[in-house]
């Protein structure tokens, strides 16, 4: 699966819970998030670095500044809430086909070592399904 095509189907299946999905497509979906999070991060950035000396002018640069900010924090929690769903949805699918339960999603509450868990949970290889025995015949009628 390539970046694109992962990208495309989380935002596919974003509140999707049931089914699988590959490493590759939780992997590139988590890059492209934390690559969008990493520039609305920048802009944040970019724009705090001239809010002191805008601060000390107290003039028309600091309206312009703090505006600024307040844009670049308005765009991260607005890129956080529109990934939130369809994040969990792709770590659950992702959990199911590393043959864990769902309900490991929530190793994530428990500080550093909950995060680890889950990281490397996250790592394991695809389980592959047992196959399906066919259903037991009739038993012949008498």
Known sequence: MTFFDSITTVFRKFAEFGGRATRPE?????LFSALVAGA???????????????????????????????????????????VLLPSLAVTVRRLRDAGHKWAEIFWILLPIAGVIILI???????????????????????
């Open 120 to 142: 490397v949970r996250l790592c394991d290889p695809t389980v592959q399904l047992a196959p399906q025995a066919p259903a037991p015949a009739a038993p012949p009628a008498p």
């Open 40 to 82: 609305l991060g920048s802009l944040n950035l970019t724009s705090t670095t001239g809010t002191f000396d805008a601060f000390r002018m107290m003039g028309e640069q600091a309206t312009a500044t703090t505006t600024t900010f307040y844009l670049g924090s308005s765009l991260a929690a607005v890129w956080s809430f529109v």
């Open 26 to 30: 939780f992997w590139w979906f988590t």
